[in-house]
């Protein structure tokens, strides 16, 4: 995904696995409609896993 | 009496030996459901005559030239009774006909009449609905249109009440809803904040024939709303464990969740177990993880995963896959359109404001309930279990290979609505077998004595009735998709009984309980019809006929053997 480097991916994957949530970066008793957060059945359009973690968790951004 | 106790057994006896020779006669279906409705529709510019058969074709000609019209006999056929069509201009049917009907050389003349055997609704966007087209909905509609089930949408909840604060969507104005439960807040509205349960009802119970909108695919079931995703689509597993069990025991006979998780909850597996074993279908969106695993509860044992297709019948590029796929269903593909998604009523939110409009929509949500209500019109023609209406979806799809992304092959109403309807009439004969069995029981049990010999009374139908009705009887216990059904049908409780036995009344029993195990076990072989179907990885006929021919052959040792044993 254009705009979040590696040193994010690896960040956002570390904080995921020390607090224990899914791999959605939420609580892991979450449920979506559909199944997954990433894929929006009204448009069609697919989100990058990091890109929706992002949205969700901004203070794990790369701070440069 | 002895005369009236040989008509009784004769009558009994006939009965007995009827279902087996019944599939060769031919007959017309049970009543269903629903009457077979057809539709029918003017055709401009047509009229149709009967001219008096007494007319010559001098007298034709004059008709012609009077009238000024070209009557011609409708078929080669028509020349008898002079029944005869005309083309005439639009609009001056009416004018035309009056004339006619006057006329004392005509018996009769009518518009001309188009008749088209499937019902089909009159909601002005159905003609949109590819999906429904896709799966037979319109003849499936000739029997059934699922009244009397109730199937629980866990999701978002549903537009369905009208108040201050609530609205129901605009085409389930005539929508049955049943009591319903809002798990994210905690009331008895489980109204829609979000927009995708309300889709998902409409797919399965959409106001339909309302001159409004699109169609439902069960549209006389009965929708039980569930909320357990809120105003973003996300949601706990408490909440949907709690749901499922509070479906179950509200009296849902079907669960549709459209929504799940990439991670297994053993909460939320306890629940699938519960309302499972309670008898009720659960069927799942197998997800929306462009070709990953099939998430959950989707790949629970206890849940049915749904699989989408796009208007081709090939697999939707979002689709999740696996070897948990049951089934694959219409869930629309838009890459190749707008039009390819799948269309029904939904509120949205989005723009701030209520919009209440027609969207289309993809994904294997969108799939799901199409399964849901083709299981609801399978549960309305008369077949309850959960396990046997999955295998009849089964049965029924349209083979498609590979499994692990279309399961069985692409969902068929009309053929599971069929085949449920053969299921039914199964049933009704076991039933009359079974009457008779009885009535030929009390017969010979008036002239006991006289017959003597192998059937005696009570063994022999006892024995029969046992033998034919157990399996049944222990299946619909344990449930039609327990592998423990393999062993109900075949003969080795049969040899088994025969191999404990030892005195002569209990030979007779087993020979008689054998022979009702033997005729069973034909009974579901001939009629492709046996609960071990989706257990044993083979074809089931095979093993159904050798079993019963093994167990014909136990009852003939039984019987031989009560000869020489002593009382």
């Known amino acids: 995904m254009a705009g979040i480097d590696e040193e994010t991916k690896r960040r956002i994957d570390q904080w995921i696995r020390e607090n224990g949530r899914n791999e959605f970066g939420d609580d892991p008793g979450t449920a979506y409609a559909g199944g997954t957060p990433l894929f929006n059945e009204m448009t069609g359009r697919r989100l990058d896993k990091y890109e929706y973690i992002l949205k969700r968790h901004p203070e794990l951004r790369s701070r440069r | ?567």
């Not at chain 2, 003017?42 to 005559?49: A, E, F, K, R």
């Not at chain 2, 159904?544 to 044993?565: D, I, K, Q």
């Open chain 2, 1 to 567: 009496m002895r005369h009236l106790v040989k008509l009784v057994m004769a009558v009994a006896l006939l009965g007995t030996g009827w279902p087996l020779v019944r599939p060769w006669i031919p007959s017309g279906p049970l009543p269903a459901a629903v009457p077979a409705a057809g539709t029918s529709a003017v055709v401009p510019g047509q009229i149709v005559v009967d001219a008096r058969d007494s007319l010559s074709d001098a007298d034709l000609d004059a008709l012609d030239r009077k009238y000024g019209v070209d009557f011609r006999l409708n078929s080669v056929h028509a020349d008898d009774e002079n029944l005869l069509i005309a083309d005439v201009t639009p609009g001056t049917e009416a004018a035309l006909l009056e004339r006619l009907r006057k006329d004392p050389a005509v018996e009769a003349a009518e518009p001309m009449h188009r008749y088209s055997i499937n019902w089909t609704p009159n909601d002005p966007r159905f003609k949109e609905q590819w999906n429904l087209k896709l799966i037979g909905a319109e003849k499936a509609w000739d029997k059934t249109r699922g009244k009397g089930v109730v199937v629980a949408v866990i999701d978002t909840g549903v537009a369905f009440e009208n108040d201050d604060k609530c609205y129901r969507a605009r085409d389930f104005g005539e929508t049955k809803f049943t009591k319903g439960y809002d798990f994210v807040n905690d009331d008895e509205h489980p109204n829609d904040d979000h927009g995708h349960g309300t889709h998902v009802s409409g797919t399965i119970a959409e106001t339909t024939n309302n001159a409004e909108g699109v169609a439902g695919l069960a549209f006389e079931a009965t929708i039980m709303p569930i909320k357990v995703l809120n105003e973003f689509g996300g949601g706990t597993s408490a909440d949907i464990a709690d749901a499922i069990r509070w479906a179950a025991d509200n009296g849902a006979h079907i669960i549709n969740m459209s929504l799940g998780g990439s991670m297994p909850d053993m909460a939320m597996r306890m629940a699938c177990r519960y309302a499972a074993k309670k008898g009720v279908l659960i069927v799942c969106a197998a997800g929306n993880s462009g070709g990953g695993p099939v998430g959950y509860p989707a790949a629970f044992p206890e849940c049915f995963a749904v699989s989408a297709v796009g208007p081709s019948g090939k697999l939707a590029r979002y689709s999740s896959v696996g070897k948990q796929v049951g089934i694959a269903a219409p869930g629309g593909d838009k890459s190749t359109g707008e039009n390819d998604g799948i269309l029904q009523n939904t509120v949205l939110f989005d723009t701030g404001q209520r919009e209440d409009d027609y969207f289309s929509f993809q994904g294997t949500s969108m799939a799901s309930p199409h399964v849901a209500a083709a299981a609801a019109l399978a549960m309305s023609m008369g077949v309850k279990d959960a396990a046997e209406v999955k295998q009849l979806l089964q049965r029924a799809a349209t083979p498609q290979k590979p499994a692990e992304h279309y399961g069985a092959g692409v969902l068929n109403a009309e053929k599971t609505v069929a085949l449920a309807e053969d299921a039914r009439r199964d049933s009704f004969w076991k039933l009359i077998f079974s009457l008779a069995v009885g009535l030929a029981g009390l017969g010979v049990g008036a002239v006991r004595g006289r017959v003597g010999g192998l059937l005696r009374f009570p063994f022999a139908p006892l024995g029969l009735l046992l033998g034919f009705w157990g399996p049944d009887l222990v299946f619909h216990w344990i449930g039609f998709g327990s592998p423990f059904n393999i062993l109900l049908h075949s003969a080795l409780i049969p040899l088994y009984l025969l191999w404990e036995a030892e005195s002569k009344p209990v030979y007779r029993f087993v020979g008689t309980i054998s022979l009702g195990v033997a005729l069973h076990l034909a009974w579901d072989a001939w009629q492709a019809h046996a609960p071990f179907v989706g257990v044993l990885p083979m074809h089931a006929a095979p093993w159904l006929y050798v079993n019963a021919a093994v167990g014909v052959g136990v009852a003939l040792v039984a019987w031989a053997r009560s000869f020489r044993a002593a009382d």
